[in-house]
């Protein structure tokens, strides 16, 4: 006789809010199994079960690995699976504790697939348990739908919907301004739809005049493109639509700048992963392929096993655990940026959820650090710290300073008290607003060639090359290629190189360190 496998979901993190029905699996089963990180052993669920659990209920800690290193999961998977199988079939009954719902969003998930796969003969019965949309709506008596209203449950790795459509609705430009986009906002908002689904219904969207065609035209690319999706058009062929149709890849090719280059590479790359994403995968999906470039990147290639520093953005670092974990740039004005304190609030937060997310990939320490005074164009800009910094409760901080500086001072100093926060320096005379010129030499108090802080950069610019117009050259990334102009840029030259199987690239030889053939 086998036992019985129960995915069962705690709820959102309270031992009150367990079903009864999932108190009384917890009193029966001979057998607890709770997932944990290969790093530690703690588990919230067992926490929040604990209360009800049976006193010589046996306790087996599953590892369910925070990596995107498919095979390391997959190896895990088939090893949680193998110990499930073992239990039920050794005639024992075990409970899989989850927070929330064992369905939703759940390591359960993945439990429950692989064991189908090893055992598909042994019983499987699933506990509902309250979801944290649930727990949150109740705490905040916010109806969630009623009558005809549909709700839609989105993860929060994704960040939200409105925010994305509206950073390329303008790219490439399209005439689609901010007073138009605020008229959809407002109108999504009265309506309780989404940005997009607003566009979708501009028709009735008052005062739009001619921003509306515009509006329609850019829906009606996003339909044709979720379309040749749908009939299964290879992802690499839906870019390739995507930069011609719009006109994005022509607006970069216009610009000739440097920085234009380097998104076409981008892009060229990001091709490149397309089509070898489209030959390898069993069952190719564009979600499937985001998973894998947006959030994974260069991380999937990590060896953590390695004693070494891994850098990374806050989004390539989601689902991820170091033991010791290291932020820098916390400044208003860097993070959170500019752009999100002046746009809507909504910005503003997903840059604090962000933050969250470096905040919790710590294990042991978290470092944050921010830079009382910065070179930026030329200019010095002094700081304030981040926002996100004053958010944290003081009990879970330990500050170090350096002496009483602008830096210091800076803090005490209110957003109204600042044309621009976060940039206080006046322009005309290079002298900043708390009364020091880091340029100013201290024994002649005549302006400074240099700041006397930190290091400068510096291209070194060749006094001739080895290499002409018409000559091979080698490149240690895109391989052998032809020199097809060279122009002196002043403080470098920039070579054009055709490269036998990248194309055409522009680069500043003193980076591109090219090799004659």
Known sequence: MTGTLYGLGVGPGAPDLLTLRAVNVLRTVDVILAAASPRNDYSAALDTARPHLRADARLLRLEFPMTRDAGILRAAWLKAAEAAR????????????????????????????????????????????????????????????????????????????????????????????????????????????????????????????KAAPKIDQFTDEIGRFRKNLKDGMAIQNVITDILESTGYKAELMEEGEVEAETRLENI????????????????????????????????????????????????????????????????????????AMSEDPEALEEERRLCYVGITRAEKTLMMTGARQRM?????????????????????KEEERQEDSVYQRSRRLSSDDLEDPGLPWARSSGISMFGQNPYVSKKSGMPSAQPAFGKAF?????ASLDYAEGDRVHHVKFGDGTVKQIADGGKDYEVTVEFDSMGVRKMFASFARLQKL
Not at 112 to 120: D, F, H, S, W
Not at 458 to 462: I, N, S
Request: one cysteine or more; hydrophobic letters at 40%.
């Open 458 to 462: 510096t291209v070194q610019k060749a």
């Open 376 to 396: 930026v164009k030329g200019e010095t800009r002094f700081s304030r710290p981040s926002r996100f910094l004053a958010e944290i409760p003081e009990e879970y």
């Open 86 to 209: 073992d239990v039920l079939e050794g005639g024992e009954n075990a409970a899989f504790l989850t927070i929330g719902d064992p369905l939703v969003y759940s390591t359960f998930g993945y439990l429950l697939r692989t064991l189908r796969e090893v055992a598909p003969h042994l019983p499987v019965a699933v506990v509902p348990g309250i979801t944290s949309f649930q727990a949150a709506a109740a705490r905040t008596g916010t109806v969630l739908c009623e009558g005809g209203e549909k709700l839609r449950i989105l993860p929060g790795i994704n960040g939200r919907d409105d925010l994305a459509v509206q950073r390329i609705i303008n790219v490439p430009k399209r005439g689609i301004g901010a007073v138009s986009i605020g008229k959809v906002n407002m109108y999504a908002a009265e309506h309780g739809m989404n940005f997009y689904d607003a566009l979708l219904r501009i028709g009735a969207v008052p005062g739009l005049g």
């Open 268 to 339: 060229s790359e990001l091709s490149n992963k397309a089509v070898a994403y489209w030959e390898d995968a069993e069952e190719p999906t564009l979600d499937g392929f985001l998973e894998e470039v947006a959030l994974v990147a260069d991380i999937d290639s990590m060896d953590e096993s390695e004693d070494r520093v891994v850098l990374m953005t806050l989004h390539s670092a989601k689902g991820l655990e170091f033991p010791y974990v290291y932020m820098s740039g916390l400044e208003d004005g860097l993070f959170p940026s500019s752009m």
